[in-house]
Nanobody
Framework: QVQLVESGGGLVQAGGSLRLSCAAS????????MGWFRQAPGKEREFVAA????????YYADSVKGRSTISRDNAKNMVHLQMNSLKPEDTAVYYC?????????????????WGPGTQVTVSE
């Protein structure tokens, strides 16, 4: 069992940066692929980024590639998403999620545990 809580969301101007964090409970945190997803009003949830269990491999959606960096600290049970050059279209609720599988990291259905989400709003 893994419990996840996100933090770091807020209101930022276009071009600004935010660092989202996800705190995980449970001794098996290091066994899970960790991902970030987002959902904007009226839109479906979409994949943002994921990181392998060791942190050595990262995956990004095309929409954030080059502007975002995902990382994890297994000693502290933390996952971070650094987002730069934010755009209004990045506005969404951002969710942290944990998956026991090493494949299909961009598919929400493989993630077993989800946090409650943190709101990110990017103004013009």
């Amino acid at each position: 069992q893994v419990q996840l809580v996100e933090s770091g969301g807020g209101l930022v101007q276009a071009g600004g940066s935010l660092r989202l964090s996800c705190a995980a409970s449970g001794r098996t945190f290091r066994n899970y692929v960790m991902g970030w997803f987002r959902q904007a009003p009226g839109k479906e949830r979409e994949f943002v980024a994921a990181v392998s269990t060791s942190g050595g491999t990262t995956y990004y959606a095309d929409s954030v590639k080059g502007r975002s960096t995902i990382s994890r600290d297994n000693a502290k049970n933390m996952v971070h998403l650094q987002m730069n050059s934010l755009k209004p279209e990045d506005t969404a609720v951002y969710y942290c999620a944990a998956s026991p599988y090493y494949s299909d990291v961009g598919r929400g259905a493989v993630y077993h545990y989800w946090g409650p989400g943190t709101q990110v709003t990017v103004s013009e």
